[in-house]
């Protein structure tokens, strides 16, 4: 029954529930003003508003009301009643209590008004109008007895919040309007809170939770500290580690104040404050130096990293911003989100979406020359070890031919910034991917260091103005391929979870970070030059993997556990893989002005001998003699290894396969 009303009334016109409103005030402002008779007077005189009090019962109507609808209280939806309504109930009361003090005072009516009466009117006034409406609000919002259920408390699971400050209590305000969720305690770090409480929980210290596990069974820890740097979430996160809880988080207070996520959407733990990487903000120079009030190309742009340099580059004031991508559905769905995002912050950017790939010529030298190209950020490349290890020809075809492409049509458009988006693998590569991210960068080495080269396969000399750059990291969270899903996915699936083997190790980074620092390092360069970006220290991809396990409230089987949730299936390094990354090829590194960013000074060959190797790879396959490719990139990229004989499927009979 109570359902239904409650359905009636949400779903009546806005006009009907003003009126009832309107009418409601009128009974509740006639009860206050009664009562304050009652208050001053007592029960012994007991006064009668439709007597001789009527005009005076009218009166305030006429004073109250119209206060109420100038500080705009009709317009408070009952259902969000906040702070914002009782000061307006506060302002309205004080205001018409004033004009009945003056109304009185030049009436001088006949019937007895005691002096203290409009005080007591005023704050019994506030009250009953606060009160009322927060009644209603709550009414409105949830069913009142559920938090106190048998039901309720029997399956909903109980969490305990991690933080009691502001964001902490919203949380709890908003879980008790739900059903699966009940807050049981806080835990906070403030010795000042501790063993108080707050929002009608208990507050434990963090050296409590043990006992508070035991005392409100408490089954997750929900982090509310959305202001907490990642280096001191990461500290939490370990002492978390130890509890059989599940740790989820609110967003950081970045997602809060850009107004994507609120205080109330629980999230699982982003991994990157399990790894304590804090960022450091972008130097508002550097940032913008290659970009605002520029034409600029992002080639990949529906990738990963690509995408993410977009994401940057339209914050700064970027004049014209041109997405070459060759996947229709990424480059759908990257200007479709940038297109929106201009829309809605109102910028004046020009967003050219071109469907095309890095291997067409023709396309990019049109588009270079047609729309002025200031600066490329070229991140288009087939980065998957294990598909361009049996992809051979594809891969060299377009991370090497394909960025030889880009860069001499850069040259002859006169394009001022060239900056390539480059990887640890092309450290002393084991694999294709790395061997050609190797030899890309040292073509535009070679590029760099001429000024006016005879362009490959075109056999003609060319001015080179162009500033090459490019920017060496390692992997990045969340990106096409990153373990981080795939962990997760396994964890929920109730494991096994799959890594390749118990000593790999790598580096990580967050797609943000490393999209600003690829920005700031291209606005460096000089020409050559080789960056390399700090990726903090390296991380056992087991040791993540467990840290995840944990953090999920389940406990890894091992020898010494063989009761626990989830077990670990090593599987063996892939083809190409390596156990350990690196960012350099030799020890010849500098500082530059950014804290994160260093210079990597490399080996380079001439121009006319870069040509000559790539002239002879490309003939190795046609010929489809990958031995001999083998051969080429061992004499040409430092440190190349390879412990088996290359196999590109595509040219593979079946028959031949084992």
């Known amino acids: 029954m109570a359902g239904t009303f409650k359905t ?107 002096r203290s009466i409009v005080f007591i009117f005023w704050w019994m006034g506030i009250v009953l109008l606060v009160g009322f409406r927060l009644i209603v609000r709550h009414y409105l919002l949830k069913d009142w007895h559920i938090p106190f259920s048998r039901k309720y408390q029997r ?101 809060l104040a850009s107004g994507r996520v609120k205080v109330d959407d629980i999230q699982e733990i982003d991994i990157i404050d399990v790894l304590g990487r804090d960022i450091v903000p972008p130097d508002k120079k550097l940032f913008a130096q290659c970009i605002t009030g520029k034409t600029v190309l992002v080639t990949g742009a529906g990738g990963s990293i690509g995408a993410e340099l977009c994401r940057q580059i339209v914050t700064v004031g970027v004049n014209t911003l041109l997405l070459l991508e060759h996947c229709e559905f990424n480059l759908y769905s990257i200007h479709l989100e940038l297109a929106n995002y201009i829309k809605q912050k109102q910028f004046t950017i020009k967003l050219i979406p071109i469907l095309g790939s890095i291997r067409n010529t023709d396309l990019l030298n049109k588009v270079m020359t047609n729309w002025c190209i200031d600066t490329i950020y070229h991140a288009a490349a087939y980065k998957h070890v294990p598909m361009v290890e049996h992809n051979i020809t594809e891969g060299i075809l377009n991370n090497v031919i394909g960025t030889l492409n880009v860069a001499q049509a850069a040259i002859l458009a006169n394009v001022k910034n060239f900056v390539l988006i480059s990887t640890d693998k092309a450290v002393r590569p084991t694999n294709i991917m790395g061997a050609t991210k190797r030899l890309a960068e040292m073509l535009l080495q070679a590029l760099s260091h001429e000024t006016n080269p005879l362009l490959f396969n075109l056999n003609i000399h060319s001015r080179q103005s162009t500033c090459f750059t490019m920017v060496r990291f390692g992997n990045v969270l969340g990106s096409s391929g990153s373990v981080i ?31 600003q620092l690829v920005i700031q390092a291209g606005s460096m360069g000089e020409g050559g030059d080789v960056f390399v970006l700090d990726m903090g220290k390296p991380i056992k991809i087991v040791d993540l993997a467990e840290k995840m396990v944990n953090l999920s409230g389940l406990n890894m089987i091992k020898e010494d556990n063989l009761d626990g949730d989830i077990a670990i299936q090593f599987t063996g390094l892939r083809p190409g893989e390596k156990l350990y990354e690196e960012l350099l090829i030799g020890n010849n590194v500098v500082k530059t002005q950014h804290p994160m960013i260093m210079r990597a000074n490399e080996d380079y060959l001439e121009w006319n001998q870069m040509t000559g190797i790539l002239i002879n790879i490309l003939e190795v396959l046609k010929e489809g003699d990958y031995l001999q490719l083998q051969s080429i990139l061992a004499r040409t990229v430092t440190g190349y290894q390879v412990e088996k004989k290359l196999v590109d499927w595509v040219y593979l009979r079946q028959h031949t396969i084992q």
């Open 8 to 114: 009636i009334l949400l779903g009546l016109p806005t006009f009907s529930k003003r009126i009832i409103q309107l009418l409601t005030d009128i009974v509740i402002i006639w009860l206050a003003l009664w009562l304050s008779f009652v208050v001053r007077l007592g029960t012994d005189q007991l006064i009668n508003p439709f007597g001789e009090y009527f005009e005076l019962f009218v009166a305030t109507l006429c004073f109250v009301i119209p206060c109420l609808f100038y500080f705009k209280l009709h317009k408070v939806v009952n259902r969000y009643f906040d702070n914002e309504g009782i000061m307006a109930i506060f302002k309205a009361m004080s205001l018409s209590s004033l004009l009945l003090v003056l109304g009185i005072y030049w009436y001088q009516p006949n019937f007895l008004v005691p």
């Open 155 to 255: 399956t909903a699971t109980k969490v305990a919040i991690y933080g009691a400050g502001v964001a902490g209590n919203q949380l709890v305000t908003t879980l008790r309007m739900g059903r699966n969720l009940q807050p049981v305690a806080f835990i906070d770090d403030d010795s000042h809170l501790v063993r108080r409480s707050v929002s009608g929980l208990r507050v434990f210290s963090p050296l409590e939770i043990e006992k508070m596990v035991l005392k409100t069974k408490a089954e997750e820890i929900l982090l509310a500290i959305p202001s907490a740097s990642r280096s001191r979430r990461r500290e939490i996160l370990t002492l978390l580690e130890k509890y059989p809880l599940r740790v989820r988080s609110i967003p950081g207070i970045m997602d």
């Open 485 to 515: 899903p795939l962990f997760r996915k396994q964890i929920k699936e109730g494991g096994p979870i799959t890594v390749t083997h118990p000593e790999v190790t790598r580096y990580f980074m967050t797609i943000p970070e490393a999209a």
